[in-house]
């Protein structure tokens, strides 16, 4: 096996796979490649962030019972939310659906991979939406490598309806959570399904 390196078009994609060893065949070009243990491994560093994140959640809402807004990030848990399949906007509606903080999770291991806001909650997924992209990859090197994945949406209804409330609310659970898909956590986690 030839240990190639993998020349990405963003610097700050290099950091969790420059140095990979991978079968000149393995990859196309201009693209990034993971066996299935960097892949694994960079899915339980994000998952144990997020659980750590749920735990600590748990914790304080027993310890500090106080009332706070239903919009606080700390009483939100993706985790517990009813889960959608992916497919859920090509079904037929009558409408063009209502606010909410939506969460694309991978349920196979409990993972948050992106968080985004929406006032269309049926209209936001039809047509061109970055990480659907990055989705397709993502279930593509699983695929590859013989490992599950599970890709499902959760809602949360009770989002603010105007618009600058409902994106303070998603850039605070973003923080939180910080989920790899999501732009703001690109250089913690890297970009390896752009």
Known sequence: MVGTRVYLLEANQLDLFADIALPKSACKPESLCMDAEALVRWK?????????????????????????AHIDPDKIDPFNLCIHPMSFYRLPVDSPGAACI????????????????????????????????????????????GLSSAINMAFWWDAPVQTKPRQQLELSLIQKWQPPFNKENWQRWSQPFR
Do not use: M, P
């Not at 914790?59 to 500090?64: A, E, H």
């Not at 694309?104 to 997924?125: F, H, M, P, Q």
């Open 44 to 68: 339980t560093k994000i998952a144990a962030h997020q659980q750590r994140t749920k735990e600590n959640q748990l914790v304080q809402g027993t310890l500090f019972d106080v009332a706070k």
């Open 102 to 145: 939506y969460f694309v999770l991978d349920s196979a291991v409990e993972l948050i991979l992106y968080i985004g806001e929406t006032c269309r909650s049926n209209k936001r997924w039809q047509g061109t939406h970055d990480c659907k992209r990055y989705l397709d990859n993502y279930q593509s090197l699983h695929y590859q490598h």
